[in-house]
């Protein structure tokens, strides 16, 4: 495939529904693009209060705004009227008849909160294989690649499999309308036109919200990236297809971020599987979907046993419930997510005159100089306090870089004289801008007083996030404890609502991901200063 917008995106800014467990670890690498860690930088350096109106000049200087997208950019173009106009029975008889779905133990109902899903209508045991969709019926990137009826199909290959999806969706939906249903030339069409018109993502939302709505947050920069980084896709694509007009493509990546699920043992392929994508997320639930390599029919292995009437939950992944509103429109109710986290970007300063040496120590041992750990309400790693100490130490001698790196991160038992022989206060005092590790083995540099300055500067960096909320705690706790608006049955059924509705949800949303991420910086703050207290009293008593 030739490069695109998307080469450079980490696999967070395109998730898959039900990746995230597998590879969730306390090292979550984070992008590695020039344009994030130097907003990252921004972060981290600036204190002061007046931190949302900072970090939008920031933000508005590194994002290439004019290949984001706008409400004003897409109005000249509409999305297909079609989309979301297709009926249960319509789609009931599609999936059974053309797809050949065998007879389900659940059916379509629709959710106040959650939409469209599925509940069963008999009794389903724990670990009982269920949906059991014929590989046939599933939508992936060779099926959009031979299907595509695009005259451009060479051209079409050519892109990355998240472009070559969305276009043969788009290409699809904007087709909808030159036949009836049954002729229609597109096998997919009438899955099409049962897709939602409208998720909620931040891809949909105007950027004066995304930049209000998540200041502070550092899901801000995720959000500005992965609108931009569609952006460009969509430019991208419309090169050789500028049949396929802005608002039904933005649409498309939209439906790939709420739906596209990656089979593990389809070689991790994408696809797009009606029916199963109409299973909703719940946090801590531990039923995937997968192919069953036995029946080659995509499964959904339930994790706890259903009575009749009950809705069935699928896995979107250990997601935090930032990522869910980036790329899923929702956010559960504060405290209702265990995977929830606050994800701290750590860098080597570059002001730190042994910076290039240490960068080039972290990559020989595969740590890059710019690393993003999760702060959790039940702690974070210490894989985190590793790296401060490592990108707060000033060594007397130079040469000593690369011996500090592997006493930190590789050497299980790293020798007394490195452990203890670190000035690290010359370090914390350079350094406000810090930094992390995935080393699972090695050591916190400098001894007692290491292990002190790494936290003093968690604690500075904890209270400086906090800072950088715009409303209070209590206003922000207020917000998130808002009802979800109330939506007309048939408004859910297409998956759109009025412009005021939108607004209000995800006002309500974004409240729920500050104060869950507020929560997390206050409990890692205490608890920082507590082992500070302890850890001083323990350094008074030896001497
Ligand atoms: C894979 S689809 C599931 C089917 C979808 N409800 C529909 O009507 O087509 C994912 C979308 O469902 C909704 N959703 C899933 N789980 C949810 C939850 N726990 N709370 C609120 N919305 C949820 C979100 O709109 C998300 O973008």
């Not at 106040?112 to 599925?118: A, D, I, P, Y």
Request: aromatic share 6%; proline share 4%; with cysteine.
């Amino acid at each position: 495939m030739a490069s695109s917008a998307f080469a450079s995106t980490s696999a967070a800014a395109f998730p898959a529904l039900n990746t995230a467990a597998k590879t969730r670890s306390a090292g979550r690498k984070a992008s590695s693009s020039s344009m994030r860690v130097s907003k990252m930088r921004a972060i981290q350096s600036s204190s002061t209060s007046s931190a949302t109106e900072e970090e939008t000049v920031e933000a508005r200087t590194t994002t290439p705004t004019e290949t984001t997208p706008t409400s004003s950019s897409l109005s000249k173009d509409l999305l297909p009227k079609e989309i979301g106009s297709c009926s249960k029975d319509e789609l009931d008889a599609w999936l059974a008849d053309i797809m050949k779905l065998p007879e389900q133990k659940m059916k379509l109902e629709y959710f106040k909160e959650e939409g469209r899903g599925l509940v069963a209508t008999e009794s389903i045991k724990r670990g009982e294989k269920v949906l059991e969709i014929p590989q046939e019926a599933i939508i992936t990137v060779e099926v959009a690649l031979k299907e595509s009826l695009l005259r451009e199909k060479k051209k079409l290959a050519e892109l990355q499999e998240w472009s070559i999806l969305a276009t043969f969706l788009a290409e699809t939906a904007q087709n909808l309308s030159t036949e009836d249903n049954s002729s229609n030339k597109y096998r997919f069409a009438t899955y099409v036109k049962a897709l939602p018109r409208s998720t909620g993502s931040v891809l949909e939302w105007p950027e004066s919200d995304v930049r209000t709505l998540l200041a502070g947050s550092p899901s801000l920069f995720s959000a500005l990236e992965r609108r931009a980084s569609v952006a460009a896709a969509i430019a991208e694509i419309r090169v050789n297809f500028p049949e396929l007009n802005e608002k039904t493509l933005q649409w498309a990546f939209d439906i790939l971020f709420s739906r596209l699920i990656r089979l593990e043992s389809l070689g991790g392929n994408l696809a797009l599987v009606p029916w199963a994508d109409m299973l909703n997320h719940q946090p801590g639930c531990e039923a995937f979907i997968d192919l069953d390599r036995g029946s080659r029919k995509v499964c959904l292995t339930t994790d706890r046993s259903y009575e009749p009437g009950e809705q069935v939950w699928a896995s979107y992944g250990q997601r935090p419930s930032s990522e869910l509103l980036i790329s899923y429109g929702f956010a559960p109710a504060v405290g209702d997510n265990p995977d929830d986290e606050y994800a701290l970007n750590l860098q080597i300063d570059e002001e730190d005159p042994f910076a290039s040496a240490k960068v080039n120590a972290l990559a020989s041992q595969n740590i890059q100089a710019f690393e993003t750990f999760p702060l959790r309400l039940n702690g974070y790693p210490r894989q985190l306090l590793q790296y401060a100490s490592f990108a707060m130490c000033t060594p007397d001698d130079p040469s000593k870089v690369d011996e500090l790196c592997r006493a930190a991160f590789v050497d299980i038992q790293a020798p007394k004289s490195l452990r203890n022989g670190v000035d690290l206060a010359r370090g914390l005092l350079a350094s406000k801008n810090v930094l992390k590790s995935k080393g699972k083995r090695g050591a916190v540099l400098g001894g007692v007083q290491g292990e002190i300055a790494v936290r003093e500067m968690l604690a500075d960096v904890t209270r400086d996030a906090l800072d950088r909320y715009a409303n209070t705690v209590d206003k922000d706790k207020g917000l998130a404890l808002g009802r979800m608006p109330e939506m007309p049955e048939a408004s859910m059924w297409i998956g759109d609502a009025s412009t005021a509705i939108k607004s209000s949800m995800r006002s309500v949303c974004a409240a729920r991901v500050r104060v869950s991420e507020r929560r997390i910086l206050a409990k890692t703050d205490s608890e920082v200063r507590l082992q500070l207290r302890r850890l001083k009293s323990e350094q008074m008593n030896s001497k």
